[in-house]
């Protein structure tokens, strides 16, 4: 009797082990598949900001930062030679979207350089911009080439983009979103890309320099900037946008955007140039280029190629008075303003001119990387909402296991 119970003792802690042993290694292999898949979910998921400006467009991801101009072209637009099929030493791409099935573009760093200036497609201009094919075409070109640097087809995107302050929740700002949000299937190179974009957030332009100076690497906000009052100056291609902000949120009243831009600097200095030389293809694009390389050159070609340096400093010095003059007019005391930022990339221009004139050197800060600015501030923003959802996309993927 006592042999028989120990035998069927031995049968049972045997059977019982075996199924505990299954019940671990089932219940670590769910383990490992969800984890799998969240890690899944985690690479599916990027975090990309846009910034679609008049002269430049600004975008970022984790794998890179790119600039490059507002300007399209047709890729008939190149021409043909004998040597086309040769030529490498390019920075362009070629693009097609369901926007415009049939028609081929290019787009890139060196446009400029590769096309014709009057072969080239502006996006410029104050008029229902967002509502312009060739604007949604340059956004999902912006989109398709971050893309391009995931090594899958189809991704998700998280995207912070931005506008004038005075256009962020307003018809544009709804028409941009609807626009924006959902999925896009463009063509780069040849090779196919669908990007869906789940989530949107359009933000005023300069909120993104408050982001970017006023966050550490943990995307932490320093605290006084959520309670102070501060004043960005945001020196655009086409706008110059005047936004105050008092715990990181606008104030109306405080803030104007003013239609004149750097832009309007360039052609100036443009006019005045070519009544000098008459020289008539001198075009506005060539002093801003000139500004770029900082030689202050309007180089047509290598032979004809005027300086414009001596005819820098009233335009600059009439800009800047201009738009004291007009914030003057919407922050009539100033004592209230804890302080002062200049960002975009005509901060690098018209910044030191712009010190002088407003007279308040010890409040006046002039953004890190003016230029990117508000682009590295709304890009920690998307890295923050992207990080939101997939901290509840893993919550539901692990509640389902």
């Not at 309007?264 to 500004?291: M, P, R, V």
Request: aromatic share 8%; hydrophobic share 35%; with cysteine.
């Amino acid at each position: 009797m006592d042999i028989l119970f120990v035998t069927y003792l031995k049968k049972y802690l045997f059977r019982y082990l075996i199924g505990y042993i299954f019940l671990l290694f089932s219940f670590g292999s769910i383990i490992i598949k969800t984890r799998l898949k969240i890690e899944r979910v985690a690479l599916m998921i990027k975090a990309f900001a846009i910034d679609l400006g008049n002269g430049q467009v600004k975008a970022r991801s984790d794998k890179r930062t790119l600039v490059a101009p507002s300007i399209l072209a047709t890729e008939k637009a190149l021409g043909v030679g004998s040597l086309s099929d040769f030529e490498t030493d390019h920075d362009y791409n070629v693009y097609e979207s369901k926007l415009n099935i049939g028609k081929r573009y290019i787009w890139g760093t060196d446009i400029k350089e590769k096309v014709s200036h009057s072969d080239l497609i502006p996006t410029y201009t104050h008029h229902k911009r967002y509502d312009s094919v060739n604007y949604k075409l340059l956004f999902e070109f912006a989109l398709a080439e971050l893309a391009s640097d995931c090594n899958r087809k189809h991704i998700e995107v998280v995207l912070v983009a931005s506008l004038p302050s005075d256009e962020v929740r307003t018809e544009a700002d709804d028409s941009l979103k609807t626009f924006l949000k959902g999925t896009h299937v463009v063509t780069r190179n040849g090779k196919e890309h669908v990007i869906e974009v789940i989530d949107v957030t359009i933000n005023e332009q300069p909120l993104g320099t408050l982001l970017s100076e006023n966050m550490n690497e943990k995307n932490q906000i320093n605290k006084n900037v959520q309670t102070k009052t501060y004043t960005i100056f945001d020196f655009g291609a086409g706008t110059t946008i005047v936004d105050t902000y008092r715990a990181l949120k606008r104030i109306p009243e405080l803030s104007t955007v003013i239609r004149t831009g750097q832009n309007d600097i360039y052609k100036q200095i443009a006019t005045s140039l070519k009544n000098q030389t008459n020289i008539s293809d001198i075009h506005y694009s060539h002093i801003e280029d000139g500004f770029r390389r900082e030689d202050h050159t309007a180089r047509i070609s290598d032979r004809v190629h005027p300086g414009f340096g001596h005819l820098i400093n009233d335009p600059i010095e009439a800009f800047c008075e201009d738009i004291i003059t007009k914030t003057n007019t919407v922050i009539a005391n100033r004592d209230i303003i804890d302080g002062f930022y200049l960002t975009g990339g005509g901060a690098n221009i018209v910044g030191d001119a712009f010190k002088e004139a407003l007279q308040e050197h010890d409040a006046t800060v002039e953004a890190e990387e003016p230029q990117l600015a508000n682009l590295n501030g709304h890009y920690k923003l998307a890295v923050l909402k992207r990080d939101h959802l997939l901290a509840l996309r893993k919550e539901t993927a692990a509640t389902k296991e």
